[in-house]
């Protein structure tokens, strides 16, 4: 079965520092991996996925991620945090053998203080 | 064009009682997916929808059902609600379906957030 786990339900960066977000994911078909941002009271927003080629994936709002299989891992990183960051970012995963739905991680809540 | 939208937006219920969830899809997604986001369970796969038929269903109770109608259009409906049903719903919708292609993109609305008294 598919899992995925997020080191740290609550991250906290200042403004402009590097933001870091840590996703492991568990597969035993090659995955699919997303990762979604939700701002209050709003639904889930796309920052970028991976399904194959390129390994280092950019998104929008300057975040990008990279794939290595070797470690499991589908890290989310922006160089530079804004306020605006300020949001719970979820990493997904999704394979041919659970018909394609997304296992989601528990979340990982970003505060950026100015 | 216009996204996903969920009506309504926040609902209160109380035990015993059902309730039916509207989605709309953006246009010409035929694909609609629910889930059912709690701060103890996280983010849970309950069903998706294709072309009007069930494609896949997550591990819910049969309280839980949903139908899709023939303009992609997707509603769920909650039977005799429970507390632990009180959470946000959240409709996805995508041009393909997840069955096939693991690497489908979803786009979700804003969610219903259904509180059980």
């Known amino acids: 079965a598919q899992s995925v786990t997020q080191l740290g339900s609550h991250v906290s960066v200042s403004e402009g520092a590097l933001v870091l977000l840590r996703c492991n994911y568990s597969?035993?078909?090659?995955?699919?991996l997303f990762w979604y941002v939700q701002y209050p009271n709003q639904g889930l927003q796309l920052l970028l996925k991976?399904?194959?080629?390129?390994?280092l994936v950019k998104g929008i709002n300057g975040f990008e991620a990279e794939f290595k299989k070797s470690e499991t891992s589908f890290h989310l990183t922006k160089p530079s945090a804004h306020m605006s960051d300020a949001a719970e970012y979820f990493c997904?995963?999704?394979?041919?053998?659970?018909?394609?739905?997304?296992?989601f991680g528990q979340g990982t809540e970003l505060s950026v203080k100015p | 064009k216009a996204g996903v939208t969920q009506t309504p937006r926040y609902l209160i219920k109380t035990r015993g009682q059902q309730v039916t969830l509207s989605c709309s899809p953006i246009?010409?997604?035929?694909?609609v997916s629910w889930y059912q986001q709690t701060p103890g369970q996280g983010l849970q796969f309950l069903f998706e929808?294709?072309?009007?038929?069930?494609?896949n269903k997550g591990n819910f109770p049969g309280r839980f059902s949903g139908r899709q109608f023939s303009n992609s259009r997707s509603e769920m409906n909650v039977s005799t609600l429970e507390l632990g049903d009180s959470a946000l719903y959240l409709c996805?919708?995508?041009?393909?379906?997840?069955?096939?292609?693991?690497?489908?993109?979803?786009?979700f609305g804003a969610g219903s957030r259904l509180t059980v008294l």
């Open positions: 996805a919708s995508s041009f393909g379906t997840s069955w096939d292609s693991g690497a489908n993109v979803l786009t």
């Open positions: 597969s035993s078909v090659p995955p699919y």
């Open positions: 991976y399904t194959t080629g390129a390994t």
């Open positions: 997904a995963v999704s394979g041919s053998n659970q018909g394609g739905k997304l296992i």
């Open positions: 246009s010409g997604h035929r694909s």
């Open positions: 929808y294709f072309s009007e038929t069930q494609r």
